[in-house]
């Protein structure tokens, strides 16, 4: 299993814990290495799953900053599952100090909100681990949450509402024509490696690079799509009619017209 599954698993679990819910994973020791590994409920002897409304309650945690970015600090500062940093110190102190904490928890990104591709991967490592840990448990009858209907319509919301396109204030800086100016005065034009990439620069002089080509796409016809039940084949999200581009140019295409005589 993967180790960013594991820590997904562990800090969903350290949080809803903190909400009053039980606990349903562990860490164990096995060959020198920590493992997660689901609880055996004492009262029932069944493996023990969240609740679906545990899941729920995280979506809208993260949609409204309860759920911190960086992860549990409890957890970090633990040195038997997080590595230990540089002199001695855990990963709480020496990457999420207090005194640093943003809006929406710690990171480059700290006082922006969640989006949505953060949930999907709670979601995915959720829904992988619960049905490989219960697969540990043939014949028993035991429901992975991540497989509800009411995850699938909480889900549905989420795609729905949480941005998805890139962010403008964090794209690479654009290359102005001025900046290339410059830069082509120190261009040997009888060196051929120097004069292509002088040539390959140049064509990122009108929207920036490949980044900012996609942010500033014509969305005029951008169509938001609400989650429907009438139309299974309908994902929410939106609809993007793309405008054909080469080198960050629009480019149209004439589209030719055959007589009927050579279509016989």
């Known amino acids: 299993m993967s ?15 903190k909400q009053g819910y039980p606990s349903f994973c562990k860490v164990v020791m096995e060959n020198g290495l920590a493992k997660l590994e689901i609880i ?11 609740a679906v409304e545990a899941w729920i309650e995280f979506c809208i945690g993260m949609m409204t900053g309860d759920v911190e970015k960086g992860g549990c600090r409890e957890l970090r500062a633990n040195t038997e599952l997080y590595a230990t940093a540089l002199l001695g110190r ?6 999420m100090p207090l005194e640093k904490k943003g809006k929406f928890g710690w990171g480059p990104y700290k006082d922006d909100p969640f989006k949505l591709q953060s949930i999907q991967q709670y979601a995915t490592a959720l829904r992988i681990w619960v049905k490989e840990e219960l697969r540990r448990w043939p014949g028993v009858n035991v429901a992975n949450p991540m497989y ?3 995850t699938a319509a909480v889900m549905k919301y989420v795609q729905s509402e949480l941005p998805v396109a890139r962010v403008e204030k964090r794209l690479p800086p654009a290359l102005t024509t001025g900046v290339f ?11 051929q490696r120097e004069m292509s990439a002088g040539l390959y620069l140049e064509g990122g002089t009108v929207h920036g ?9 014509d969305r005029k016809n951008v169509r938001k799509l609400a989650p ?5 084949d309908q994902k929410p999200g939106v609809m993007i009619s793309h405008e054909s581009t080469k080198n960050n ?5 004439t589209h030719l017209t055959l007589p009927t005589s050579e279509l016989v």
């Open 228 to 232: 429907t039940d009438d139309d299974p």
């Open 249 to 253: 140019k629009p480019v149209s295409y």
């Open 209 to 217: 690079d490949r980044a900012h080509d996609y942010f500033l796409l």
């Open 40 to 50: 055996v409920d004492a009262v029932t002897g069944l493996p023990r799953v969240f």
């Open 3 to 17: 180790a960013q599954y594991e820590k997904r698993v562990l800090g969903f679990d350290a949080w809803i814990q």
């Open 90 to 95: 855990s990963q709480a102190e020496v990457q």
């Open 148 to 150: 509800d209907g009411w």
């Open 181 to 191: 100016n410059e830069m082509i005065k120190h261009i040997d034009p009888t060196s």
